[in-house]
Nanobody, 115 residues
């Protein structure tokens, strides 16, 4: 079973930056779309960004211009680079790999934006 592990969460001040990493135990990027979701307390999980197997990307409107999604195939890693962070970006961020046959989730990493 392929495993996904997120790294890089933490506490950051408003306006600061963080980079999250999603490391896959196998090279799956040609077979799966990789998503970053987030879930804030009391709110539904929402899609933040995705990168398709062909490499094209999507960013939610709320993070466009501030976040970037990218991947390093050699490292089996997808990154979510976050800048100009706002308190409303506070959430648990989850990595998800999905295709027509499977949906895999990491354990999540907490991002807290606070002064």
């Amino acid at each position: 079973q392929v495993q996904l592990t997120e790294f890089g969460g933490g506490l950051v001040q408003p306006g600061g930056s963080l980079t999250l990493s999603c490391v896959a135990s196998e090279n799956i990027f040609s077979l799966f779309y990789i998503h970053w979701y987030r879930q804030a307390p009391g709110k539904e999980r929402e899609l933040v960004a995705l990168i398709r197997s062909a490499g094209d990307t999507y960013l939610a409107h709320s993070v466009r211009g501030r976040f970037t999604i990218s991947r390093d195939n050699a490292k089996n890693t997808v990154y979510l680079q976050m800048s100009s962070l706002k308190p409303e970006d506070t959430a648990v961020y989850y990595c998800n790999a999905q295709n027509s046959e499977a949906s895999l989730w990491g354990q999540g990493t907490q991002v807290t934006v606070s002064s």
